[in-house]
């Protein structure tokens, strides 16, 4: 501006044409700040239509994890009430198999009892062959009376797969023959072998007991799972996928709802469910409109930026801009800043205050060497970042163990290349970010979804055997509340039975291989001692290192031998993940 004068002066001849270059330039500069404004306008556009997508995702997956969580739910309900039924079948099976010629007055006494605990049973039948002969309550039911299973073609696969299989088998929903829809279990009969005899004897008839399907699927609550979540039945005649849908929509099973599958004796059913489509939620409605606005102010900041930058010096600018955005970058970071050279060779250190995270003080650790300052796994790993970055430019979340204190310190390393001085080694940017809390919640996490994701009594112990978890299954099995566990080691839980050499001998298994699992006696609060299944696995971080055990104890006397196989291999899987 000082020098236009005598410009003007020099090019006298060309004043007239200066009004419209100016005018050409101010409204090149507006256009060039408009540009701006909209460039800027456009990436807020598209960092919110981000966070739009994200905030969908996440609501996408929050739903599911609801729908899950709800159907998961129905499916044990549904497991429970159908496995009591079992056992009341059981029960009035065995009288039958002991005394074949049970009369009727003795069947209607059994059958009262059961229909007594349970409201969904219709009534109890009690099959010859494969003739019905005997049913309680008979009023309502005097159709079925006689009955014949091999005759009745909507009825006589089911029947006919329950001799074959030789176990339980839920038929249905069918209609009934004496009206309404219902799920049939049924439990063959054999007739009973001379003590010491091990096979089974004839085929001798069945306990059927029909259970009214709408007052079963009413105890399983499904209504609990709101009118925000369709769901659908399929698998009849315990056919899972094979079967056909007995309940809502069959196109449910096509699509990406979630899926559970409901064991039931001699067969499966499946059940699947998803969330309605509600709408565009009021979160996603505000994060557009403020988004949009704040790209509208954005582009309008933007345009005023460029236009006051477009009056003032460039080069002047630009080094006030660099100078000052540095300055203001290095005292907002809460890491700690290294340069660093390809040796080694520490050179400068910006803490931003945070001295305490420094081995030692920031002015006795300049010209200093890495080695001669990091525990030498640190030391490795820190040069190993350095060495990527020297091959590709920058590395980054490479972890360090730092002892700063009374507990390990964990730091994540961001490295990049810069330009050094001539003839010295390469320079590096390093950035150490404190995730101490980080790792720790990663471990609790691990933890937590390890140890509560079961229905089984489980003890969670650090690496010194002392347990520092345990769930409400295991409070269940031996009346100790978890705060009178806590601290302890499982020790307090053995019984007077059990060898004193077995807390060695587990110790050992456990260095050994990583895990073990036998038979052992334990005492349960109130002083009863009880035999017990013990599966015991190590947890490992990602180093390898064992950092807590995870224990499974099982009371043998109230679950069968095929159910302590099952139980063995889903802890196994809880411990792979």
């Known amino acids: 501006r000082a020098a236009l004068p005598t410009l003007r002066g020099m090019f006298a001849d060309s004043e007239s044409l200066e009004p419209r270059r100016r005018t050409r330039g101010v409204w090149r500069a507006r256009a060039a700040a408009l540009g701006a404004g909209a460039l800027v306008a456009a990436g807020v556009l598209l960092g919110v239509w981000v966070v739009d997508r994200s905030e969908q995702t996440r609501l996408s997956h929050e739903r599911e994890g609801q729908v899950l969580e709800r159907l998961s739910l129905v499916r044990v309900r549904l497991e429970s009430h159908l496995n009591t039924v079992i ?13 074949p010629q049970l009369s009727g007055q003795e069947f209607t006494q059994l059958a009262r009892e059961i229909l007594v605990h349970n409201s969904t049973i219709l009534n109890v039948g009690l099959t010859r062959g494969v003739v019905l002969s005997e049913v309680y309550p008979l009023e309502g039911n005097q159709r079925a009376i006689g009955l014949n299973f091999r005759e009745t073609p909507s009825m006589w696969p089911a029947y006919e797969r329950m001799i074959q299989l030789r176990q339980p088998v839920i038929a249905g929903p069918v209609p009934l023959v004496q009206g309404g829809s219902g799920i049939i279990v049924r439990l063959p009969v054999y007739a009973a072998k001379p003590v010491g005899r091990v096979a089974q004897g004839d085929f001798i008839g069945a306990i059927s007991i029909p259970l009214d399907a709408d007052r079963v699927l009413a105890e399983a609550r499904l209504a609990d799972m ?27 099973f096509d699509g990406s709802a979630a899926r559970q599958t409901i064991v039931l004796p001699g067969g499966t059913w499946e059940i699947a469910a998803a969330a309605r489509s509600s709408g565009t939620a009021t979160g996603l409605l505000l994060i557009r409109g403020l988004g949009s606005l704040l790209a509208l102010l954005s582009g309008a900041a933007a345009w005023g930026l460029v236009r006051g930058n477009q009056r003032r010096e460039a080069d002047e600018r630009r080094v006030r801009r660099a100078n000052d955005r540095l300055q203001r970058v290095l005292q907002a970071l809460p890491d700690l800043l290294f340069e660093v050279d390809a040796e080694g060779v520490l050179h400068s250190v910006w803490t931003g205050g945070r ?18 300052m990091m525990p030498p796994e640190a030391y490795h790993a820190t040069m190993g970042a350095i060495a990527q970055a020297q091959r590709s430019g920058h590395s980054r979340g490479q972890r360090i163990c730092l002892p ?106 456990l260095d050994a291989t990583g895990r073990w699992q036998g038979e052992i006696w334990n005492r349960r609060r109130d002083g009863s001692e009880y035999p017990a299944w013990l599966s015991v696995s ?35 899987l809880v411990c792979r993940l």
């Open 87 to 99: 056992a009341s079948a059981r029960a009035l099976s065995v009288v039958y198999a002991t005394h």
């Open 538 to 572: 190590a947890v490992h971080d990602a180093s390898g290192h064992t950092t807590h055990y995870l224990a499974s104890v099982v009371d043998v006397t109230r679950r069968s031998e095929e159910h302590t196989s099952e139980l063995q291999s889903r802890l196994h």
């Open 404 to 509: 700063l204190g009374a507990t390990p310190s964990w730091f994540e390393l961001s490295v990049a290349r810069v330009d050094a001085p001539e003839d010295a080694p390469e320079r590096f940017l390093a950035l150490s970010r404190d995730v101490t809390a980080r790792v720790q919640d990663e471990a609790e996490l691990r933890i937590a979804a390890t140890a509560f994701q079961s229905h089984e009594p489980l003890i969670i112990t650090d690496a010194a055997y002392r347990i520092v978890r345990v769930n409400t299954a295991f409070t269940e099995s031996t009346g100790y509340p978890a705060d009178e566990a806590i601290g302890r080691t499982p020790g307090f839980l053995r019984a007077h039975q059990q060898d004193e050499a077995f807390p060695a001998a587990l110790r050992s298994g």
């Open 355 to 372: 001295d305490d995270l420094l081995m030692h003080p920031a002015e006795q650790i300049v010209g200093r060497r890495l080695c001669d």
């Open 226 to 252: 709101g009118d925000d979540v369709v769901f659908a039945l399929r698998g009849r005649d315990g056919l899972g996928a094979d079967g056909e849908v007995f309940q809502g929509e069959a196109a449910l």
